[in-house]
């Protein structure tokens, strides 16, 4: 089993990032607002920190994991995480920071990856998948 990090694309990267760093703001501008420049206190400080532990969980949480039976794309809550058996995934296609997931049952899923691409690829080689990179043809 290997493990790799990546985050959602498009509209729920925006979502997740735009919500904790408005977070973080407000906390920031409650403590201007409550104590200025003088003193710490602790509501807008334990505030930011929740925000701030809500990024590490988005991190930490969401996992792409290559199983010799199954591709496991996780999730933030357990619940919701995907399971993809290694013969409902049609193709993957990779460029520089992106990966597409073609599948039967979800259609097409597009991540941005986290770390390097090589391992990637090596991993995703011995369990049957071919992917396929930009500007490389199948004919």
Same mark, same amino acid.
């Given at each position: 089993?290997?493990?790799?990090?990546?985050?959602?694309?498009?509209?729920?990267?925006?979502?997740?990032?735009?919500?904790?760093?408005?977070?973080?703001?407000?906390?920031?501008?409650f403590q201007?607002?409550?104590?200025?420049?003088?003193?710490?206190?602790?509501?807008?400080?334990?505030f930011v920190?929740?925000?701030? %532990?809500?990024? $590490? =969980?988005? *991190?930490?949480?969401?996992?792409?994991?290559?199983?010799? &039976?199954?591709?496991?794309?996780?999730? @933030?809550?357990?619940?919701?995480?995907?399971?993809?058996? %290694?013969?409902? $995934? =049609?193709? *993957?296609?990779?460029?520089?920071?992106?990966?597409?997931? &073609?599948?039967?049952?979800?259609?097409? @899923?597009?991540?941005?990856?986290?770390?390097?691409?090589?391992?990637?690829?090596?991993?995703?080689?011995?369990?049957?998948?071919?992917?396929?990179?930009?500007?490389?043809?199948?004919?």
């Amino acid at each position: 089993m290997h493990t790799y990090r990546y985050q959602p694309t498009g509209v729920d990267c925006a979502i997740f990032w735009g919500l904790i760093l408005a977070g973080i703001g407000t906390g920031v501008i409650f403590q201007m607002e409550i104590g200025a420049y003088d003193y710490l206190y602790w509501p807008p400080m334990a505030f930011v920190a929740a925000m701030v %532990i809500a990024g $590490i =969980i988005q *991190v930490w949480r969401l996992q792409l994991v290559i199983d010799q &039976d199954q591709v496991i794309i996780r999730r @933030i809550f357990p619940g919701n995480n995907i399971q993809l058996p %290694i013969n409902t $995934i =049609i193709g *993957v296609y990779a460029n520089k920071y992106s990966l597409i997931l &073609d599948t039967r049952s979800y259609g097409k @899923i597009k991540l941005v990856r986290i770390g390097h691409l090589h391992s990637l690829l090596a991993d995703l080689s011995t369990v049957g998948i071919h992917v396929t990179q930009k500007g490389e043809t199948n004919v």
